[in-house]
């Protein structure tokens, strides 16, 4: 037989050897001395010696290296094929060798032949998408195993995936950050992006800071960035920097991401940069900010952010309870039911809190306690009962909305992660984020139904998302079924209630309802700290027969398109087109799931799913033969079409300017 190119030649005895059941590699050539090829052999990979790369000692003795379980398949088999040279007609095989020294594979064996696994583009694009959704090669093979059907279908090894996904994590290692620093570069030159980052070096140009947002998160921050909380605790790459989101809260009680940022330490100097990198992006500091005790977060919010009202999260604090005071005390019942009807009840004037606080602690002896009474003398900087006059949107409640937000990026990162990974991870996060919100947008849009013939009822169910509309009913028909007028009288345009309230321990509130313009005031000052107004100020409403939520205390954060309708940036971009790269993976998925379809409608018909074989054939011949020499030639390593260029010298050269300011 006679072949074009070796290549040709290698491919057909590769061909040979997995219709056989072993693996072919190419071997040593002969040339004569102007390098003209005189001989090249192409043989059986389990030829050569095992032991070929062991050193020995001056007496011919192999020498034992370090204890390592390894072993060797290649067993001296001298099964091959010799080529040369035959002119025009290229190469022609001048010796066949066909015996072989083992046993050959067969059955499912084969699947484990070189020549019969391959990592395809699909599946290096599949191991990639999983990776961005914190999903490693092990799993992403055995979810690739049930959409082909068994582990003979997928024509690869878990240990392919594996090898796959380290290339990409070597490859991108010695470039991470020039990388990273050049897609956002290429990011923010887009005019439809929106997009803004900074960065900081440290003495050694290395990176110690990076901030990032973009438009939506820039949109979002208009809507609902009233108050933030950030709790910089989340380590989540292989640099050990800290991971910091910003917080906030829509207009569906959820969480939502307003930027980000990583810093090498938590220090003042970096929270310093951090803050003023926010407020440049955003145009101005929140009205209120929720952060944990760290003292330099406090240092720079005073003094970078002096306009902001700083407070401190009370899960952070409530958490540390059972170190502080010991575990005996903390499984307390009884201890535990007083301190929280003291710390978090949000209907508490200040000197309540105090004697409640003071008889707790005076009970169970804790006079001396010095973190207690620590706490005590900041308590008005994280107990509700000073905040009255604040809107917290349930950022300080007991739930800490830093803390589930970290723990809902942990679920998409990984700490082994390069910064360039990290990224990929942070914004499949936020595509499920804003997927959601766009699901809560439309769900928001359905008028629900009412439980009571209230007329503001109604009224809240047009006006506020869903999610809000349920808040506000609870207090609606709380106004009605659960608070008692002990008094009303009426002077001039007012009318003055006091109600006890069953839910609080027949506690009484007073309310003052202005008929001219049905301003209400409830002692509770419920609405100043929530947005929305309270169970005592819709009971007076009621007594008054009004039946309309009064406008002055209708919140734009908490309607329905509050985005669209109270934004500077508005939506124009959140539903913007996707870009070629987008719009050609967003192909590439709707091609896999329509051949996913073509194959359950064939199914356990034998002639169509023939059909199907026929056509693929076809068309995986007519494409190999158009793009093999393109892809040899542009790609240098199979990971570097996932890797984008790093513009190493011009980042560089920005690198030593931004260091030096």
């Known amino acids: ?265 938590e220090n003042y100097k970096n929270f310093k940069w951090l803050l003023t990198s926010f407020k440049k992006a955003m145009g101005r500091a929140p009205t209120t900010v929720i952060t944990d005790q760290c003292k330099a977060i406090k240092k720079a919010i005073s003094k970078w952010w002096s306009s902001s009202r700083h407070r401190l999260c009370m899960w952070h604090i409530m958490a540390k309870f059972p170190s502080k005071i010991g575990p005996k005390l903390a499984s307390n019942k009884k201890f535990v039911s007083k301190l929280k009807d003291a710390v978090y009840s949000d209907h508490l004037t200040p000197v309540q809190f105090e004697e409640r606080w003071e008889a707790v602690i005076a009970e169970f002896n804790l006079v001396l306690n010095p973190w207690l009474s620590k706490m005590f003398s900041i308590c008005a900087q994280w107990i509700p009962a000073y905040f009255s006059d604040i809107e917290m949107a349930g950022l300080l409640r007991t739930t800490s909305r830093s803390e589930s937000s970290n723990f809902y990026f942990q679920h998409f990162h990984d700490s082994g992660d390069t910064l360039v990974e990290f990224w990929s991870s942070f914004e499949s996060a936020m595509d499920r984020q804003r997927m959601r919100n766009a699901d809560d947008e439309k769900k928001s849009q359905k008028i629900p139904l009412t439980d009571i013939t209230l007329a503001n009822e109604s009224d809240a169910a047009n006006l506020y998302t869903l999610e809000l509309f349920y808040l506000v009913r609870e207090e609606i028909k709380s106004g009605c079924y659960h608070t008692i007028v002990e008094s009303m009288f009426r002077d001039d345009d007012c009318s003055h209630f006091k109600f006890k309230d069953v839910l609080l321990n027949d506690q009484v509130f007073e309310v003052s309802l202005r008929h001219c313009d049905n301003h209400v005031i409830c002692s509770c000052k419920f609405y100043f700290r929530r947005g929305y107004l309270c169970r005592h100020s819709f009971a007076a409403l009621h007594q008054c027969c009004v039946k309309t939520i009064p406008h002055q205390f209708l919140k734009a954060r908490w309607t329905k398109n509050a985005l669209q309708e109270h934004s500077f940036l508005g939506s124009n971009h959140v539903d913007a087109e996707y870009d070629n790269k987008e719009r050609r993976k967003l192909k590439r998925t709707r091609a896999w799931f329509e051949f996913k379809s073509l194959i359950n409608i064939a199914w356990d018909n034998e002639e169509k799913v023939d059909e199907i074989l026929g056509t693929m054939k076809k068309m995986n011949n007519s494409f190999s033969e158009s793009t093999r020499a393109q892809t040899n030639n542009v790609v240098a390593h199979r990971a570097d079409r996932f890797i984008p260029p790093a513009e190493i010298n011009e980042l560089r050269q920005s690198d030593l300017v931004a260091s030096s300011d």
Not at 19 to 39: E, H, M, W
Not at 42 to 47: I, P
Not at 75 to 101: S, T, W
């Open 1 to 265: 037989m006679h072949f074009p190119t070796l290549e040709d030649a290698y491919l057909y005895y590769k061909e040979y050897g997995r219709q056989g059941g072993f693996d072919v590699r190419k071997s040593t050539k002969k040339t004569d001395r102007y390098g003209n090829i005189l001989a090249k052999y192409m043989q059986c990979s389990r030829g050569g010696n095992p032991y070929a790369n062991k050193l020995r000692d001056s007496s011919g003795n192999y020498v034992e290296g370090p204890s390592r379980r390894t072993s060797s398949q290649r067993c001296f088999c001298r099964a091959q094929i010799i080529l040369k040279p035959a002119a025009i007609r290229g190469f022609v095989i001048m010796g066949f060798e066909e015996e072989h020294n083992h046993p050959l594979a067969t059955g499912r064996n084969k699947m484990f032949l070189r020549c019969n696994r391959n990592v395809s583009v699909a599946y290096q694009d599949f191991i990639v998408d999983f990776g961005r959704a914190n999903i490693g090669p092990t799993r992403a093979h055995s979810l690739v195993k049930e959409m082909t059907g068994s582990y003979d279908n997928v024509g690869a090894t878990i240990s392919d995936f594996k090898n796959f996904s380290r290339d990409v994590k070597v490859r991108i290692e010695a470039k991470d950050t020039d990388q990273l620093l050049s897609k956002f570069k290429t990011r923010r030159a887009s005019p439809d992006e929106g997009f803004y980052y900074d960065y900081k070096l440290d003495k050694k140009g290395r990176l110690s800071g990076l901030f990032w947002t973009d438009v939506i998160g820039r949109a979002n921050y208009d809507a609902y960035g009233d108050m933030i909380s950030f709790d910089p605790t989340f380590r989540t790459n292989r640099f050990h920097m800290v991971f910091v989101p910003f917080t906030g809260v829509d207009n569906h009680w959820k969480n939502v991401t307003f930027a980000a940022g990583l810093l090498a330490k």
